[in-house]
């Protein structure tokens, strides 16, 4: 190892310590085994075995290339948000670094972020920028689930679409998702704190920052959405759009093809199991899914089997992408001919 690449080994943030990501795959991949063993061994589950067992070849490559196009959205939203500047090559790596990330730290996508946010860093862009830009990101990504919670639910309460459904599963979903995408907004109207001394206490810092980046970071996403960026927008859609399409061909693979509408906002609420603190979110996103779905409408076997074969692929795919990129992009932080990673940009 160069000494030039010491530092890059040694300030990494502790969620992406060499260490802590060996723990943390480990975690994720035993609680993968038991997830996988429990669908294997547990009875009453023998028919989704044999859907598991028999599942189409052809419909599970559809489902990898999918989440592969649902990666590549990541990356075309990531690019304008954070640097305009940065090379198509340092938006790939690092996104797929913070994809990586996702798979094995819980917390929704945070621990992605933040090893973005330590890249970035690392290239030269301002901390405060970054927390905004971060928050813009997350919130751009987040707001397509939340639209499409107020839609679905909206058209699922009207009867436009269906099976029918009691107002509690279509109707108040969509009433709190629009409480909560105005409650947002409304964030961003705050007028942000002043930043806090360089003397003062840690903690009043901390939260005097975390209250500039999040007015901050809704102001730069309304800005985005305003602007109409194309990248911003598709990137953002097709990330939801095509994660979801995952889901869909999933079911397909082991025989089962419930309405569209039923696998969108059974993924929409199901996803939420994902906040919780697990590794890579393994059990709460499955179970979350799986009981949504079959309270919505879906076959319960086939809903195991397809959920299942749509965990490895969300899994798998962004794992190995994320170790990929994460190597190379660490091996060029010091590396003065990849000086994009990320030009400097004045305050907004």
């Not at 500039?212 to 809704?218: D, E, K, S, T």
């Not at 779905?293 to 749509?310: E, F, H, R």
Request: glycine share 12%; hydrophobic share 50%; with cysteine.
């Amino acid at each position: 190892m160069t000494s030039a690449s010491k530092p890059a080994e040694t300030d990494l943030p502790q969620e992406a310590q060499p260490r802590r990501l060996r723990r943390r795959g480990l975690e994720t991949l035993a609680l993968l085994g038991v997830l996988v063993g429990v669908v294997l061994l547990a009875p009453g589950l023998g028919e989704a075995r044999q859907l598991l067992g028999e599942a189409d070849p052809g419909w599970i490559a559809i489902a990898v290339a999918l989440e592969a196009l649902s990666c590549c959205s990541y990356v075309l939203g990531f690019r304008p948000v954070f640097c305009r500047h940065m090379s198509w090559r340092s938006a790939w790596e690092i996104s797929w670094a913070e994809l990586g990330m996702g798979s094995i730290v819980p917390a929704s996508g945070a621990g992605g972020l933040a090893l973005g946010a330590w890249i970035l860093r690392r290239g030269g862009m301002a901390g405060d920028q970054i927390a905004r830009r971060s928050v813009a990101f997350f919130l751009l990504k987040s707001s397509v689930n939340f639209a499409a919670v107020v839609v679905i639910g909206t058209l699922f309460a009207v009867g436009i679409i269906g099976p029918s459904q009691p107002l509690w599963r279509t109707a108040l979903p969509a009433v709190l998702a629009a409480a909560t995408i105005v409650a947002v907004i409304a964030v961003g109207s705050l007028d942000p704190p002043a930043p806090a001394s360089p003397d003062a206490e840690r903690s009043k810092r901390f939260w005097t920052g975390t209250r500039r980046a999040l007015v901050g970071g809704v102001r730069e996403a309304t800005a985005l959405l305003r602007a109409h960026d194309v990248a911003v927008l598709v990137g953002s859609f097709g990330y939801w759009a095509f994660d979801n399409a995952v889901l869909w061909a999933t079911y397909h693979a082991v025989g089962a093809s419930p309405p569209v509408s039923v696998i969108l906002m059974g993924y929409l609420i199901g996803q939420l199991g994902g906040a919780l603190p697990i590794p890579g979110g393994v059990g709460g996103i499955d179970l979350g899914l799986v009981g949504t779905l079959i309270v919505y409408g879906a076959p319960a076997q086939a809903t195991v089997a397809a959920v299942l074969a749509y965990r490895l692929i969300l899994f798998w795919l962004p794992l190995v992408g994320g170790a990929a990129a994460f190597w190379s992009v660490r091996r060029s932080l010091d590396n003065p001919e990849r000086p994009d990673l990320c030009l400097p940009q004045p305050s907004s």
